[in-house]
């Protein structure tokens, strides 16, 4: 899982008031105030209280979410959930029955005051006994040194309240810093040490994480875009400072990409490096927000592989501010988190989003065509190999909840990448090379924007009248019908093809298939006993079975094993390499130059066509137009 997403609104509070006039529930002309107390943490745990206002109904229900924007999965955070209770306005408690893991039913509303509950942790029992929720889209508790706010996970709302606004107050330890987008109405830190955000629904609660820990950010500007990095290091290894010039050239990269599609003034990254310890996260990615995004990743990993993971990751999320920000469907605007109806246009939220964060690379002078082409190939046999075909990706979509679809959900980071790369190619060739993809979006994105959401079985037909009637048959065939796309028919638009060639691998894993392994009794790595290696590994002499001791001096076991695969990603071709090696009993040592790996396979490769060929001026204006 990468990562994902809901809107941003840019509605008045005294518009959104006049729009919720008529709603029964609570009092539409005041907020609703929540207070999270991270200062007396209690097991591990933190309080929370909700205000809503005076209630004009009979009875209420208190919701925690099952499921959010960007996480397609049943996570059910009320799971987390202890202790909950109402009050009335004289501190008298109210009866309140849980109706299911993620419910509250109040039958005397009227008498209520406030509800209060204390909140688990996601990170510190993801190794335990409930449903584990991706890191990324989780919660920390680290008292007194970092507090991990994904606020679904701390905030619930009242059902028919969702369109009222919240204020976020944030009791804080005086050592610690919160670092959000979510627009702060009050801070009190000289005094109280309070901070008072506001939200003008509860749509972006959820929308804007805050990340608590001793200070150490650092910001810059690109145009008129402020973006903010906070980095929590344990061990304090790494520094927002030291990671931030990657990430400023990427993001300036991107911004020249994106062009006039993009006005977002704020974005904040909150990288959050795990210890790998029992207690503490274990899934590695993002989660997309449409101002920010969460990344968690192990501090254990080199600098070079952070800032490589950070490229890929924080790219993918950047470009969520296109859709779903500002092209999404009314299942995401309205988006019901306790029953959710998910939209079929995943192909466009995940798939479009990862086209762009691999295309703009390549647009941008950040990766040559060889990586690019790699990266395409990669997903064509991933999406072959691990997902079903031969499947409706509008209805895999329409129903990734469901145990028939959920496993294929990854897909559209292989599959919804690929789709967006055949629409892209047919406006290509269909327009000479002039408009694509991009220019599409820039057309449905002024159409819609933040606030005005599309009908889901509108949107086809929306995009028709905005590009070519050619595209039709691509979009009845391959994403709403079943068909397998014959990638061959649209590689060779811009003279490429997809054949039997030498394609290159990782030096330890070819895509996600390793060729090492590892013994729990021993602690050994070992190369797998079975299996075609690599060139890089055939060339410097290793055989299968052989057992890894020592590579350039450094002891490799069980325990890091992690390290190893992380080294590699900085290896250079050309270096000099010593590997000490087990084979029958026997130490051997094995030395030469790194040289880059292969293996044969599928991949694609450039025809050899005139350079005033159709095909090669088409490929040129779809990597560099």
């Not at 007194?144 to 996970?153: M, P, Q, R």
């Not at 810059?220 to 906070?230: A, E, H, K, R, W």
């Not at 003034?265 to 927000?289: C, M, N």
């Amino acid at each position: 899982m990468l990562k994902k997403n809901l809107g941003i609104l840019a509605v008045s509070l005294i518009t959104l008031a006049s729009c919720n006039s008529g709603k029964v529930g609570i009092n539409a002309n005041k907020d609703v105030v929540t207070t999270i107390d991270l200062v007396n943490v209690v097991d591990d745990k933190v309080q929370v209280e909700v205000n809503p206002g005076k209630f004009q109904t009979e009875t209420a229900t208190f919701n925690i979410p099952k499921t959010v924007p960007g996480t397609y999965s049943d996570d059910n955070y009320g799971q987390y959930i202890d202790g909950f209770k109402a009050y009335d306005y004289k501190g008298n408690e109210v009866a309140a029955t849980r109706i299911d893991q993620n419910s509250w039913l109040i039958p005397n509303a009227k008498k209520v005051d406030k509800v209060s509950y204390w909140v688990n942790d996601t990170y510190d029992i993801e190794n335990g006994d409930k449903s584990v929720v991706f890191s990324p889209a989780g919660s920390n508790i680290l008292k007194d040194k970092n507090f991990v706010l994904n606020l679904h996970a701390f905030v619930g709302y009242f059902s028919g309240s969702e369109q009222y606004p919240y204020q976020i107050k944030v009791n804080y330890p005086k050592n610690l810093e919160g670092v959000t987008s979510l627009p702060k109405v009050v801070s009190e830190k000289e005094t109280f040490n309070v901070d008072t955000f506001g939200a003008r629904r509860y749509a972006e609660v959820t929308d804007n994480p805050i990340m608590y820990s001793e200070p150490d950010t650092a910001s810059f500007q690109v145009n008129d875009m402020n973006i903010t990095l906070s980095v929590y290091s344990p061990t304090g290894v790494y520094s927002a400072e030291s990671l931030k010039g990657n990430i400023e050239t990427m993001i300036k990269a991107q911004k020249e990409f994106l062009g006039k599609v993009d006005d977002t003034k704020q974005y904040t990254i909150l990288l959050y490096l795990s210890t790998l310890s029992e207690t503490d996260a274990g899934g590695f990615g993002a989660l997309e927000h449409n101002t920010s995004t969460v990344v968690v990743l192990p501090e254990q990993m080199p600098k070079a592989a952070i800032e490589g993971a950070l490229k890929d990751v924080v790219s993918h999320e950047f470009f969520h501010i296109v859709t779903p920000l500002r092209v999404h469907s009314e299942e995401i605007h309205y988006f019901d988190y306790n029953n959710p109806k998910m939209s079929q246009h995943l192909w466009m939220y995940e798939g479009v989003t990862e086209y762009f964060a691999n295309l703009f690379q390549i647009n941008q002078g950040l990766i040559d065509e060889e990586a690019f082409y790699k990266r395409i190939n990669d997903k064509i046999t991933n999406s072959r190999s691990r997902y079903n075909d031969a499947l409706s990706f509008t209805e895999m979509s329409a129903n990734i909840l469901s145990d028939e679809y959920k496993d294929e959900y990854a897909n559209v980071y292989e599959k919804g990448t690929l789709i967006a790369m055949v629409i892209d190619l047919t406006l290509r060739a269909e327009s000479n090379g002039e408009t694509g993809i991009l220019d599409l979006m820039q057309k449905l994105s002024t159409t819609y924007g933040s606030e005005k959401p599309f009908k889901d079985d509108e949107l086809f037909n929306k995009i028709i009248e905005f590009t070519t009637p050619e595209l039709r048959s691509v979009i009845d065939t391959y994403i709403v019908g079943n068909t397998p796309i014959p990638y061959n028919d649209f590689l060779e638009k811009v003279g490429l093809e997809l054949g039997e060639t030498e394609v290159e691998t990782g030096y330890f894993l070819n895509g996600q298939v390793p060729y090492i392994g590892a013994d729990e009794s021993t602690q050994e790595v070992f190369i797998l006993p079975e299996g075609t290696l690599n060139s890089f590994l055939t060339n410097l002499g290793v055989q299968n079975g052989d057992v890894i001791d020592e590579i350039n001096g450094v002891k490799y076991t069980l325990k890091n094993v992690y390290d190893l695969i992380g080294a590699s990603r900085t290896w250079k071709v050309g270096d000099a390499i010593t590997m000490t090696v087990k084979r029958n009993g026997e130490a051997k040592t094995l030395a030469g130059n790194i040289t880059k790996p292969t293996t044969k396979g599928t991949g694609i490769t450039v025809k050899d066509l005139p350079e005033n060929s159709k095909e090669v001026q088409l490929r040129k204006a779809w990597l560099k137009n």
